[in-house]
């Protein structure tokens, strides 16, 4: 049950629509309950600090490297 992660997709996307901005809030959400379950298994605790930190890498580097993943993933090619 750990490795499960839980996203309210439906909520995103009622509240950003069809979007980039849903994608990213979708993707870093998992980014941040990964890291809170990999701190659970390499320390034994967590807290928000590290999931948070993760989470605002990944948007910023999803962000700059939006163009690449829309050559890679053609899907993307309209957000």
Known sequence: PSDTIHVNVQK???ELGDSKEAILEIAST???EATHEIEL???GKTNEI???NAENRFIQWANQNWNTLKTR???LASF
């Open 50 to 52: 590290g999931p948070k």
């Open 41 to 43: 298994q390499t320390t």
């Open 73 to 75: 993933i053609p899907e």
């Open 30 to 32: 998992i980014v941040h």
């Open 12 to 14: 995103i996307v009622a």
